[in-house]
């Protein structure tokens, strides 16, 4: 049986890069050059509009978010916004702070 500290210990920071019991060693595969091209590429406008249609009409990210079809009804008119921003943020400008405003509302029950 193993003691608390060995458990305790493996969620600790440590200074070894390498976790036999987290990484499976060299198991991974390897892309090679060709297939790493693509994925260095900077994205583009037409691959956020692309992602944006791919989302079915109907889904939010969240409970209480726009359904996809908002956007994609009024992409003539949101979607510049979009693609810049989705474009500010890819490449390395903070979320904007607004991101994370919650509005809360008690709805008592009777």
């Keep these: 049986m193993m ?10 920071t440590s200074t070894d890069p390498y976790h036999h019991y987290l990484l499976p060693g060299n ?11 693509p ?11 692309k ?3 791919d989302i079915e ?11 996809a079809l908002f956007y994609q009804h009024l992409w003539e008119t949101t ?6 921003l989705a474009l500010s943020i890819l490449s390395g400008h903070d979320f904007p702070e607004m991101f994370n405003d919650t509005f809360l509302v008690l709805i008592p029950k009777v």
């Design 79 to 84: 979607g510049n916004n979009l693609i810049h």
């Design 3 to 12: 003691s608390r500290p060995w458990f305790r210990n493996l969620f600790l």
């Design 57 to 67: 009409a109907h889904k939010a990210p969240d409970p209480n978010g726009f359904h």
């Design 27 to 37: 198991k991974f595969p390897r892309l090679s050059e060709t297939d790493l091209l």
């Design 51 to 53: 992602a944006q249609f």
């Design 39 to 49: 994925l260095e590429q900077p994205v583009t406008g037409d691959e956020i509009k």
